[in-house]
């Protein structure tokens, strides 16, 4: 069994940065990608940028070069490195972790940022 948890969310003023981090634990997944998603309140849950094991990385339109996604293989660890942080960046942001070993991709709990103006 594998568990995905999320940290280093909270409140930050406009044009603040946050680094949110994802770890994951359990049974070997091979290798992996680590992805951030998001959901903001009466909205569906959006892509924000992913990393494969191999360092490859992609990002939401949105981002506009304000996030870095980087991950540590031998950690298990992602972070988002978040910048110019904009009040419609608030949301629930989620890790999720899909391989060809696991049946379906893993979630984490989610961790709450908001960003106010």
């Not at 949110?20 to 990608?33: E, F, K, P, V």
């Not at 992805?35 to 903001?40: D, E, F, H, L, V």
């Not at 110019?84 to 893993?106: F, G, H, I, M, Q």
Request: proline content about 3%; overall charge positive.
């Amino acid at each position: 069994q594998v568990q995905v948890v999320e940290s280093g969310g909270g409140l930050v003023q406009a044009g603040g940065s946050l680094r949110l981090s994802c770890q994951y634990s359990g049974t070997s997944i091979g290798a992996a990608t680590m992805a951030w998603y998001r959901q903001a309140p009466g909205k569906q849950r959006e892509f924000v940028a992913h990393v494969t094991s191999g360092g490859t990385t992609d990002y939401a339109d949105f981002v506009q070069d304000r996030f870095t996604v980087s991950r540590h293989n031998g950690k298990n660890t992602m972070w988002l490195e978040m910048n110019s942080l904009k009040p419609e960046d608030t949301a629930v942001y989620y890790c999720r972790l899909s391989s060809t070993w696991l049946t379906r991709p893993v979630w984490g709990q989610g961790t709450q940022v908001t960003v106010s103006s």
